[in-house]
């Protein structure tokens, strides 16, 4: 079982059209990893179960079948086509809804530096919103301009 997100392209219930506003009956749409053409899966259901065919084909109503497109925690590449195979649009970097990672660190009153993977979103420190102006991010070290207090939770949200 996968750990995936709601996609926002053709997340839950949405329909596509040609660009002459057309239902895209028997459409294509490829999923790959960001910037590249090498597929990516994509799971039918939040149980991360079971992969949608590659490409998804879509419905007489444009719509994706069973209605729901989840992703794992990765970015993708989306390629909208006719059932003719034309180029309708492309979408890349998506990532799925609410597909933030978390780590956590105990403040031990001293250090300032810390770890982190990926792109800082947000920071708190026992539950408190870090502003941005409280800590800087230089490659894969997140620096507080003050070492937070003794035995306190951070938390580091990225993606």
Excluded: C
């Amino acid at each position: 079982m996968a750990v995936v997100f709601l996609s926002p392209v053709g997340g839950a219930a949405a329909q596509f059209f040609t660009n002459s506003g057309v239902i895209l009956s028997g459409g294509k749409l490829y999923a790959y990893a960001a910037g590249t053409t090498t597929p990516q899966p994509t799971y039918t259901s939040s149980s991360g179960n079971t992969a949608h065919q590659h490409p998804i084909e879509l419905d007489s109503a444009g719509r994706v079948p069973g209605g729901e497109i989840w992703l794992t925690a990765v970015s993708y590449k989306f390629a909208l086509y006719t059932s003719t195979d034309v180029l309708i649009a492309t979408y890349d970097n998506i990532r799925g809804f609410g597909s933030t990672s978390v780590i956590n660190y105990t403040g031990n009153g001293s250090t300032v530096a810390y770890a982190v993977s990926g792109s800082v979103v947000d920071v708190y420190i026992n539950g408190v919103y870090q502003n941005k102006n409280t800590y800087s991010v230089s490659g894969a070290t997140l620096t507080f301009t003050q070492a937070p207090p003794f035995t306190s939770l951070i938390e580091i949200l990225y993606t």
